[in-house]
């Protein structure tokens, strides 16, 4: 049951087949090998790789060679500020803070607020303050504060724009239409933005002359950024950027896509009050049959059952319970609203934790945020 | 005697046709009236107004109707910083601060290194040092330091990009093309770049929050930029930015083009030892015979004689002398060698003063450079 599907850095719409994405990408999926070495570092191997939410990277293998050769990896990730966090932003940069602690890496964290911006209906002020509303949430997700930097395009781009003119002068119209559709009525800031994207993958090395390699953590779509600032890094003497990626969270209202932040009521913010947060979660799209009878004799269908992926992927550690919470749906044994409250008791319980350090990173952000 | 010539920021070559160029770009020829309001307020008139070196312009009349109803106007102009600068760039710096010292107008200066950077071969910092390198020559053109802001793009691009990205947002790929010839293997940062020049004409009203309107005095070459600055402008609520235009004072070598920065002999700098400056005067093309026994029967062509214009558009004020040097030319009474002579006089003593100005303007220069 293949529909079609889009993906690209700013679009992800339909149910995504992630096989075939590694394979039109041309990325490869992550190893056993490779998961073994990350757990080794870092003693524990975390719930996204054993459950597959990473599954696929570019050249990850090389920077862990260059890694046991000696040779260090900063980490680049980052966010489009155009509202809230909610929790499936949340994910690639818990990963992050995970790799940071296991490989002692620099994080340098981009604020997109410049894209923002030109791509949508936001003010360019009011995209600047998600930055800051949002690097809170970056913080609170555990990088290491003394060991990142944060930086919103705006309010950075002295700095970004040397690194990015020399990228943007190596990259034609051509090869941005092609890796990124624009079309003659892109406007000419975004055709510009790959080069900004592009460019902290080079700051540890531009801007302190260190020789390392640069490991970026992020969903999928984001690939293509990084296909120009690999092209491109040669032809600067630059270490080609490596990545390694994740599927998306889907949206409460349906396994397909990714979770948007437009919608209200398909995602979970990381502000939203414990007490909103189990409402939508108690609205959540389940596998559950149409009357308790039917479900009772039929069971339901975790295959297409949102609560199930949410505790797949972020909620459920245990693979015992998770089993258990499969089998009794397609026994008919326990009904959705029961799933549901033992996910919304998960979802409350990391609110609340990450609450807390969102507000105790009010104190920090400041400080983690450069500016010109 | 048309031959086919190109005008593009970029480029200009063989015979430039300036009545052609006003009708194509759709700009007005400057007005005697027009003339008239600026001598009025000025005290005198310019030679490059008299002579026709200022020919043409864009809504100067509706600055000057809004001029007299009570709304000053800010000057911007700028400088591609890809080397040295000769006389023929000083053109218009010379005549911005005649209108700066007649209207007591800001001026804003912009100096393009990341377009240097984007379309040359010349180095990042290499360009931002032209840029400092060729500010002096601005200061000794005559502007005024006190109401004077002379910037590099990349030195003040966090704030310029602030501006930038207003009006990137607003202009389709389509109509940077159609402006500027851009095709598939331009680069994604040179078609950026016209938002980057078109921003200083909403500095006066974005940074300063002054109800201003913009002249911009350049050679005609520059008009496309001004193009995209006005479209844009009702759409951000900013009023149009209105130009000033030049011809170009011809290099050495020939009367066709506008003096080229690269072609060493065609070229006299700003940092020419007089003596140097002397000898490429005298290598100057004229209107001269083959033989002195020719020239005297049948007299010269001052029509394509270099030395004639430079003497025309910039070193001989006095209508009679310049009059008496074309009638003895026809008549064969004078050699090319005296012409020659005369005008390398007139340079020598130019280039002395503009040297010494330019030697006390190191003393003012990093005052009036902006930085972020």
């Known amino acids: 049951m293949q529909k079609k599907f889009i993906v690209n850095p700013w679009e992800v719409k339909g149910d995504v087949d992630y096989d075939k994405l590694v394979k039109e990408f041309g990325v490869q999926p992550l190893s056993e090998e490779l998961i ?47 509202g809230k966090t909610h929790l499936g932003h949340l994910i690639p940069w818990i990963f992050t803070a995970y790799l940071q602690e296991a490989f002692g890496s620099k994080l340098y964290f ?17 995209a600047v303050g998600y930055s800051h509303d949002n690097a809170l949430d970056v913080i609170a997700a555990g990088v290491d504060p003394r060991k990142t930097v944060i930086f919103s395009d705006v309010e950075y781009m002295k700095t970004i724009y040397r690194i990015a003119l020399q990228v943007a002068k190596r990259v034609t119209f051509s090869t941005a239409k092609a890796v990124f559709g624009f079309t003659n009525s892109s406007n000419i800031g975004i055709i510009f933005f790959p080069a900004v994207q592009a460019s902290p993958a080079f700051m540890a090395q531009m801007l302190e002359k260190r020789d390392v390699n640069c490991l970026i ?17 040669p032809l600067i003497g630059m270490p080609k950027p490596a990545g390694i ?3 998306f969270l889907p949206g409460l209202r349906g396994v397909g896509g990714k979770m948007s932040a437009s919608e ?11 007490a909103l947060a189990r409402k939508k979660v108690m609205g ?20 297409v059952c949102v609560v199930h992926q949410w505790l797949y992927y972020m909620f459920e550690d245990d693979d015992k ?36 350090r969102r507000e105790k990173a009010k104190k920090e952000v400041e400080k983690v945020m450069i500016k010109d």
């Open 245 to 247: 990626y994740s599927k």
């Open 110 to 126: 981009q604020m997109t607020d410049d894209e923002k911006f030109l791509m949508r209906d936001v003010g360019l002020d009011e």
């Open 284 to 303: 959540a799209f389940t596998g559950g049959r149409a009357t308790v009878a039917e479900q009772k004799e039929r069971g339901g269908n975790p295959e």
């Open 264 to 274: 209200e009521q398909t995602a979970v913010y990381t502000t939203d009050p414990p």
């Open 321 to 356: 319970k998770l089993r258990k919470f499969w089998d009794e749906c397609k026994q008919g044994k326990i009904l959705c609203g029961e799933c549901k409250k033992y996910l919304a008791d998960r979802v409350c319980r990391f609110l609340e934790e990450h609450q807390k």
């Open 36 to 82: 073994k070495k990350i757990e080794r570092k870092a003693g524990e191997m975390h719930l996204y790789l054993r459950r597959g939410l990473f599954f696929s990277h570019r050249d990850f293998d090389v920077i862990m060679e260059d890694y046991e050769k000696g040779k260090e990896f900063v980490l680049y990730t980052g966010r489009g500020p155009s």
């Open 217 to 233: 953590p992020c969903a999928i779509d984001q690939d293509p950024y990084w296909r120009i600032a690999r092209d491109i890094a």
